[in-house]
């Protein structure tokens, strides 16, 4: 991380630089929605730039059925819709090629494919037995949207998530699909450094989307990451609880995140950021354009910025 020097002048100077690091890299920001979003996507064109990667979640309450709608709402919005492949909710290969079929008619070009946390229900426990099935290799896909876990993942070993990365970036040599990174959020800022260093070391060459939670009530927060089993920054929370701001390893809002983000090398694989909006989709959306338009100021300490109302 780049450490600021505290003189006045050196300090304007950096401040200066940072937030322009901050508004590039908030530029090319990706937003999550659910399908129950759908009726909101007017109110997304008129606060996002065209063009913007709108990833829709299968949550567990909707369907596949539900999640190509949104999505094919999503395209025709003038957005790039992404969503979600769960492969443990896919019973046959043919209901996967039928789903891609129905968004490649829809203009969709890129879809994000997890496991899911739900049992096998068919042909697919993860993401490695879709790829492997052939049914992207000439689908007409141009980018296939991976997990990532900085922290580690509850149900999976170390090991064996590094073998599903360099995999999954074969496949991308194989079949000339563009593969991302999209990592879980977390309270830990330093933990991306950290997992980068070994990204570099894996030679993994797969960009990184950072995923981050949008604007969140703390409570409600901690809620989301109880279920999403985030890892080592929550059990650091939950002792911490009654002093999580006094903790500077920790980072509860969105701002902390970027910033401790655009401070990482030059050579970071981290391209932008993905923000989970929590069921606070505007309000997420509203914080992403202040922030692209420089409506924020970053305080003394260069690790916290406060958006404009």
Known sequence: ?????????????????????????????????????????????ALLPAGTAVYVAHTPNTTLDQVIQTALAVQRAGFTATPHIVARRINYAHTLRIAIARLRAGGVERILSIAGDARASGDFNSTLDILASGILDHSGLTRVAVAGHPEGHRAVGTSLLWEALKTKQAFAERTGIKITIVTQFGFNADAIAEWERELLRMEIRIPVNVGIAGPTPLPKLIQFAMQCGIGTSLRTVMRNLSAVERFSELATTPDQHVLRLVQLPATTRVVAPHFFSFGGT????????????????IDASGRRFQVED
């Open 282 to 297: 505007l309000a997420t959306a509203r914080w992403i354009k202040q922030v692209a338009a420089g409506a924020f100021e």
């Open 1 to 45: 991380m780049v450490q600021l020097d505290c003189s006045p002048t050196t300090l304007a100077t950096s401040k200066g630089d940072l937030k322009e690091r901050v508004i590039r890299f908030v530029s090319e920001a990706s937003i999550e929605i659910t399908p129950s979003d759908e009726q909101r996507l007017p109110d997304l064109v």
